[in-house]
């Protein structure tokens, strides 16, 4: 019961370019988050949009939500080799009780 | 900070073997998770408790169980262990508030051989 898909699988840029990678969910959702994980470790929050918001940014981030369309997208402005990690979308689900459901990622490498 | 630990980065096993998986939170979270991750795969939702002795299956909760004795500690059961559990294991936690963040620990990479 997969509900979030990103997309593409990997992505790979020259340091200083933007990243943008998508995320796309099949059901109704109460917020949307996105995390990173640099490789072999656990995961680290990066930003929550909730189902009511349309843009939100927090530094060299901007995370947008179309709930018509089901799906956010993850911007990262001005990339540097610390970004290179890979970059998972959750969604909130509320169904009984509240769990959030992963995506399989977007690996990014950005080369120096 | 909110901290997460568990017990081991990394753990071999035999097949067979009952295998346990800690989990310590140091924040009061009435919530914690364990999910495996693996390639292509993304994170799967094995259980979740949201209260001390409260257990809810996820995705993926066969050949799996879990523990939950004191609020801080919640513990991943592998009653006799296969090759295709191998995998990487991680745990989070997260307040009571629905739409909180969960916070992860570093992960346990198992093997089972």
């Known amino acids: 019961s997969q509900q979030g898909e990103e997309d593409p699988q990997a992505l790979s840029i020259q340091e200083g370019e933007n990243a943008t990678m998508n995320c796309s969910y099949k059901?109704?959702?109460?917020?949307l988050q996105w995390y990173r994980q640099n490789s072999g470790r656990g995961l680290v929050h990066l930003i929550l949009?909730?189902?009511?918001?349309r843009e939100k940014h927090s530094g060299r981030l901007r995370v947008t939500l179309d709930t018509s369309k089901k799906s956010s997208s993850l911007l990262i402005t001005a990339s540097r080799a610390a970004d290179t990690a890979s970059y998972f979308c959750?969604?909130?689900?509320?169904?009984?009780?509240?769990?959030?459901?992963f995506g399989t990622g977007t690996r990014l490498k950005v080369l120096a | 900070d909110v901290k997460v630990t568990q017990s081991s980065r990394y753990l071999v096993k035999r097949t067979g073997e009952k295998v346990f998986l800690e989990c310590v939170q140091d924040?009061?979270?009435?919530?914690m998770f364990w999910y495996r991750q693996d390639p292509g795969l993304g994170l799967r939702l094995i259980y979740f408790?949201?209260?001390?002795?409260?257990?809810e299956k996820g995705d993926i909760p066969e050949g799996y169980s879990v523990s939950r004795e004191k609020k801080e500690r919640f513990s991943l059961i592998l009653e006799s262990a296969s090759t295709n559990q191998t995998s990487m294991y991680l745990c989070?936690?997260?307040?009571?508030?629905?739409?909180?963040?969960?916070?992860f620990g570093p992960g346990t990479r198992l093997t089972v051989t």
């Open positions: 959750a969604t909130g689900v509320s169904s009984g009780t509240y769990k959030y459901i």
């Open positions: 989070a936690s997260r307040p009571g508030l629905a739409g909180g963040w969960q916070y």
């Open positions: 059901t109704s959702i109460n917020n």
């Open positions: 408790s949201y209260d001390v002795k409260m257990k």
């Open positions: 924040m009061d979270h009435e919530n």
């Open positions: 949009i909730r189902s009511n918001e």
